[in-house]
């Protein structure tokens, strides 16, 4: 969106004028449907930008990034020899700050929740443990609106939970102060890329800003205000250069001549060319004196002598150091993310796609003062090419676009059907399995027909002359050759999802190139659409119309037109007069092969990575941007120098009966050689069926007893003979298949009174939605867990495979792998002297695009004490994109029982007192995916529904908790300080697994640390940011930092350690899991709950309202034997 300069006088006269939603000419009201050129509604907006509600999105977001993995060994660090080095600190508890204290009393609200609780657990309470009085508890959070339940011991039908909502206030505590910084451990240096940032003394000044008629795009609203500037800054602005942030907010170092001042600026659109009308809106713009951005307090809060931190003053010098690249014409934006074609090598994603390079930045308080974070990233664009015959997206058409999104959406996310697409001009042909039940589209040169003539013609050597189905939706075709046949089109709200949203121009008014945001697609091809012209009722076609008004004469007359304004005034426009907008950013949900694409782009050694980012801080001249200069704000071009240390790698205890007891890990590492899993699993009885045509029945056979031997050598009690033979089934009948081979095994083991233990699934490698459906119906229709193996893991057969497979499954089936020797012998303080649950949450949100998707919940808990190796987790489904937990506690009126808790808190720590015979005295809560905008709120919400919960079980119940976030989503890393110091980094040019850092670029006050837990395998490993946000069990900098370390070898699914702490981990996977249980045609909604033994009749799925009151639909629960284990690793 550009502007010309116009004569404007601040104050003027003349009113506003509001802007024409479309063509020449002003907008009629109640006008009828029209095509689009005419004078229709188009979008004038530019990119919008969607958040991810500080909660982990979505998969595709994390392959904009970089993707963390565990890495290969290297030399062995840490003591070796007899005697074990002692992993955690002992001696007196450490002076926390007066956040930490544990001996405030109770908020009135706590305590009327703990005295109304039933006694489910054993009489032998421990006495209530207090809060400080310095960090007193969370406001009991005021009722909302009811939600249905269903289920027998749930709420059924009809009934009503009361859940509790977050309290609006964060005023009455503060988060806990740092401990002390800790001491165990290797001192080293690393580098992070975070460039000092020197204070400005200038006094800053906050402006309102108002803009009349309202606008959404914070593309147009920068281009009225850069307008402004242009026009007043000499005169009116006193010469200042202010700093927008494209909503409400200005702000000036220094004031402004005025308290109050309006403005009128007029807008020209830059569409226009020679001889054509240009389209003109006028606005009214009023500036008004807010407040003065006190910098004071901030320097008194980086001293540590304040509490809070001025979020305004910083909100002020991120804005200042963001109007550097946005107001460059060469950056898209998008939030504190910048993107340029122009910044290195734009590589292909497929399907008219490309990656381009991009950078983020942040201005963040810490120890050093303030840091701008720097860093490196990815995303998806359109590829930038002209246009062959229609508009284009690459070398694809709109009307090609249009099939390709649905069939990427059916082909990846769904079936994966292996297409076979050919472009040749603005053709599309497609081939692929007949499965689905609308009719096929073949997009080729020629006059249209019926879907079946001339279809020969497609799949042998001459170019078919016409093909085309006169409707979207309709009968599936027939085969036009054996073994192949048309692809066919998902239903119609398929397109229409996948091109909604995308901005277009039209090209057939000459210079004219006015922009439109589709908004749906016609039901109807265009040589059917007609729509009334006047008032009078007289009806004309749209081909019609762009003959006579533009002299266009519509070619593809069979092919749908796009629809562009809102639903009430709909504008119609031919797909080939259209041609995808540059420098859009794709926001849709990317395919497998995109990402996977994307991720080996973002792949970047840790030395090449920090000379880009030293490289874009130079190219991005912070000294000389007139922004910087006008606040004065002085940024260097160094990364800073931060002191860490390297953990000691803990040991592990494996069975006594191996010929290697215990095992050290070397640089994250280790392997299954000689040793045996601490505690075996059993596995009397499983059988195995073969999805994967290229596998031959005796190599599944061989497959299965290699298997069963390296289950057998790990010390699993794992029956070497199946109870039927391995089976083969079609993909597309896996339901049927699986059902039918369990019966069969069942008739057998039916009379000997034993049940199947488990399925072994093979799979090809590209399997789409089989690998989900198998777990659907293994885990919620049969009630066995099963373990999936790609074909390419058959064929290649390796000990290191067959090892990695027996790990999986002896978790699936209650079996321990490995336990921390420190666990064992209780030298793990605060956590094996006295009996402690370890809890892990997270909450998935749908991908991009999927608007009425239900946000999958997951808490996972340790069932074993003091191992804490064993979690059973449990999954429901929630309100769209909703970051707080809902269902951690909640209470409903049964009509028998009268008023009844439950949730999944309360039910983890039942199954913990019934698997060890211990009641908890100690919480952990390890919380994934919180932005630091919604700590207070999280944290409010979920400790008091942890405390509500305890207080159900038993009167005066209330263990002590430590509720600690976990953060992944961030742009911090850590590069070792000398890349040729083979010592300090491991085979893939990062640092060492261990490296924490607690100083400098931490924060100035609170209690954090970044953790690098793991080895890295490709690119550059992103250590993991721990935050404390409460702890009432006065855990010191050393304790946490190495229990959380220690924690990361116990991840069961491999022999590394992780980057993340597997409760939280585990959480994750469980959240994922929840998604293939909704129904495969209707997966915008669904629930489910699972968990521990001794769950009973209370895993019933129940639905929850989402937003506008819509219920979010429930899903059948977990069979008991599969929610009693780890069945989601």
């Known amino acids: 969106m550009g502007s010309r300069r116009g004569r404007q006088h601040p104050g003027a006269g003349h009113a506003a004028q509001p802007p024409q939603p479309g063509g020449r000419g002003a907008a009629r009201a109640q006008q009828p449907p029209q095509p689009a050129g005419r004078g229709g509604g188009g979008g004038r907006g530019g990119i919008q930008q969607q958040g991810r509600g500080g909660g982990r999105t979505s998969r595709v977001d994390e392959a904009q990034q970089q993707q963390q993995q565990p890495g290969r060994g290297g030399h062995a660090r840490g003591e070796s020899g007899a005697g074990r080095p002692q992993q955690y600190p002992r001696g007196a508890t450490p002076v926390q700050g007066a956040a930490s204290s544990s001996s405030s009393p109770l908020a009135p609200e706590l305590r009327q929740a703990m005295e109304e609780a039933p006694r489910d657990f054993a009489p032998q309470a421990p006495p209530v443990q207090e809060a400080g009085p310095s960090q007193p508890s969370p406001e009991a959070p005021p009722p909302v609106q009811p939600r249905e339940e269903h289920g027998p011991a749930e709420p059924t039908a009809g009934q009503e939970i009361v859940p509790t909502a977050p309290p609006q206030s964060s005023k009455s505590f ?56 242009n026009l007043y800054k000499q005169s009116y602005l006193g010469g200042r250069l202010p700093a927008y942030d494209g909503r409400k907010s200005l702000y000036t170092a220094g004031p402004l001549p005025f308290t109050s001042q309006e403005f009128h600026i007029t807008l020209f659109d830059d569409d226009g060319g020679p001889g054509s009308e240009r389209r003109r809106r006028n606005f009214k713009v009023v500036i008004k004196f807010a407040a003065r951005a006190d910098l004071h307090r901030l320097e008194l809060f980086l001293a540590g002598r304040h509490a809070e931190a001025p979020q305004e003053a910083l ?68 590829v930038q090419r002209a246009p062959a015959l229609c508009g284009v997206w690459g070398r694809v058409s ?90 066919q089109l998902s239903p119609l709200h398929h397109i229409k999802k996948a091109l909604r949203g995308v901005k277009v121009e039209v090209t057939h008014r000459g210079n004219m190139r006015r922009k439109y945001r589709i908004s749906g697609l016609t039901t109807q091809a265009t040589r059917e659409l007609t729509f009334p012209v ?193 089976l083969y089934a079609r993909p597309d009948q896996v339901e049927r298949a699986l059902k039918a081979r369990y019966h069969d095994a069942m008739n057998v083991l039916g009379p000997k009174h034993k049940e199947l233990d488990l399925l072994i699934g093979i799979l090809p490698d590209n399997n789409g939605s089989l690998y989900g459906d198998l777990k659907r119906v293994c885990e919620i229709d049969l009630g066995i867990v099963s373990q999936c193996c790609c074909t390419k893991q058959v064929f290649k057969m390796n000990k290191q495979i067959l090892a990695n497979l027996a790990l999986k499954i002896n978790a699936k089936v209650g079996g321990r792998n490995t336990m921390l020797v420190d666990a064992v012998s209780r030298r793990i303080p605060l956590v094996t002297d006295r009996p402690t649950i370890i809890f892990g949450a997270d909450v998935t949100h749908p991908h991009p695009g999927e608007d009425s998707s239900p946000s999958i919940a997951a808490v996972v808990a ?95 119940y209330q263990p002590k908790v430590t509720f600690v976030v976990v953060q992944k989503r961030h742009h911090t890393r850590l590069f070792a300080h000398n890349h040729n110091d083979q010592n300090s980094i491991d085979r893939s040019g990062n640092i060492l697994p261990g490296t924490v850092v607690d100083s400098k670029i931490c924060h100035p006050t609170e209690f954090d640390f970044y953790l690098c837990s793991h080895a890295g395998i490709k690119g550059t490993s992103r250590p993991a940011h721990y935050h404390v946000l409460w702890d009432e069990n006065n855990f010191s900098a050393d304790e946490l930092q190495t229990l959380t370390n220690n924690l990361c070898y116990t991840y069961a699914r491999c022999t590394r350690s992780v980057s993340i702490v597997p409760p939280a981990y585990y959480a994750h996977l469980a959240a994922f899991r929840a998604r293939f249980y909704m129904e495969p045609e209707t997966s915008d909604s669904g629930s489910v709950a699972s968990g521990p033994a001794g769950r009973g009749p209370q895993s019933a799925s129940h639905s929850t309202r989402g937003p506008g009151g819509a219920a979010v639909r429930p899903l059948p629960a977990l069979k008991d034997n599969v929610k009693r284990v780890m069945f989601y690793c």
């Open 398 to 487: 709109v009307a090609s676009l249009t099939l390709v999104c649905a069939m990427r959406g059916d082909c990846d996310s769904k079936r994966q059907k292996h297409i076979r697409a050919r472009f040749r001009s603005w053709d599309l042909w497609v081939m692929g399995p007949p499965r689905f039940r609308c009719a096929t589209l073949i997009f080729v040169k020629g006059r249209p027909s019926a879907g079946g003539s001339h279809m020969s013609g497609v799949w042998g050597r001459e170019k078919p002359r016409q093909a085309f189905p006169r409707k979207i939706c309709g009968e599936a075709a027939s085969n036009p050759r054996p073994g192949d046949s048309v692809r």
């Open 534 to 726: 006047d008032e009078g009722g007289t009806i004309k076609s749209v081909v019609q119309y762009f003959q006579e008004t533009y002299g266009f004469a519509i070619q593809h007359t069979y092919l749908p037109c796009l629809q562009v304004g809102n639903q009430q005034r709909p504008n119609y426009l031919p797909m080939e007069v259209c041609k995808i907008v540059e420098r859009q950013r794709y926001s849709k949900r990317l395919n497998q092969n995109q990402i996977r694409a994307l991720l080996e782009e973002t792949y970047q050694h840790p030395r090449d990575r920090e000379r880009d980012i030293i490289r874009m801080v130079k190219q991005n001249a912070y000294d000389k941007d007139d922004y910087a200069q006008e606040f004065g704000i002085k940024i260097s071009d160094r990364l800073a120098s931060v002191e860490a240390r390297i953990l000691p790698a803990p040991w592990l205890k494996y069975n006594e009966t191996g010929r290697e007891k215990d095992c050290l890990p070397r640089v994250g590492q280790w392997n299954m050689m000689n040793k045996k899993m601490v505690d075996g699993g059993k596995v009397r009885s499983w059988i195995c069926v073969n999805f994967a045509r290229n596998v031959q029945d005796c190599v599944v056979r061989g497959f299965c007893h290699e298997l069963a031997l390296m289950r057998h050598a790990s010390g699993m009690d794992f029956a070497r003979e199946r109870v039927l033979p391995p």
């Open 862 to 956: 340790s069932q074993d004490w003091p191992e804490v190796t064993k979690y059973a987790g449990l999954v429901s489904a929630q309100a769209h994109r909703q970051e707080l937990i809902e269902d951690l506690y909640k209470v409903w009126q049964d009509p028998q029982r009268g008023t009844v808790s439950g949730g999944m808190i309360r039910e983890l720590l039942v199954s913990f007192k019934k698997s060890t015979g211990q009641k908890p005295q100690g919480i952990i809560f390890y919380r994934d995916g919180v932005s630091e905008g919604q700590f207070y709120q999280v944290l409010l919400y979920e400790l008091n529904a942890i405390r509500k919960a305890c207080a159900s079980l038993e009167a005066n």
């Open 174 to 229: 503060r988060f806990p102060l740092r401990p002390g910084k800790g001491s165990i451990g290797t001192r080293c240096l690393v580098k992070a890329n975070h460039f000092f940032a020197e204070l400005p003394d200038k006094d800053l000044h906050h402006y309102d800003v108002s803009i009349t008629p309202e606008v959404t795009s914070r593309v147009v609203s920068r281009a009225i205000i850069k307008e402004l500037v």
């Open 315 to 382: 909100q002020v010098l991120d804005i200042v150091l963001r109007e550097l690249p946005s107001s460059r014409p060469r950056y898209a934006p998008f939030g504190r993310l910048f993107f340029s074609p122009d910044l290195g090598r734009r590589q292909p994603l497929g399907d008219g796609l490309e990656s381009w390079r991009g950078f983020y930045q942040s201005i963040r308080p810490t120890q050093m003062g303030l840091l701008l974070n720097i860093g490196r990233t990815r995303r998806a664009y359109p």
